[in-house]
């Protein structure tokens, strides 16, 4: 599986794509733990203190957010796309 990063999640992970296996059935917390795991710096970028998403990251599944689906409980599978923004600034 391949989750695509944006902005400053780029320069964490070192490039604009992170390739992951997934087990089927996963939920996505599975899937950016082991996102945390290779780029420890994610989790402080991603996550609160309490393991929730941070306000203004957004996480996508096949272009929809998981705020609209099952939050950090939404299963996926190996051929999902997932697309991970952080906040962005603009003006």
């Keep these: 599986m391949d989750i695509k990063v944006f902005a400053n999640f780029r320069e964490i992970?070192?490039?604009k794509k992170v390739e992951l296996k997934v087990d089927g059935g996963q939920e996505i917390q599975a899937v950016l733990d082991e996102l945390i795991e290779r780029f420890p710096p994610m989790e402080e970028e991603l996550f609160t203190p309490d393991k929730q998403i941070k306000p203004m990251v957004h996480?996508?599944?096949n272009g929809r957010n998981i705020i609209h689906?099952?939050?950090?409980e939404t299963k996926v599978s190996d051929e999902?796309?997932?697309?991970?923004?952080?906040?962005v600034a603009g003006g």
Excluded: H, K, T
């Design 13 to 15: 992970c070192g490039g």
């Design 59 to 61: 996480v996508f599944i």
């Design 69 to 72: 689906l099952n939050g950090l």
């Design 80 to 87: 999902d796309q997932i697309a991970l923004f952080p906040p």
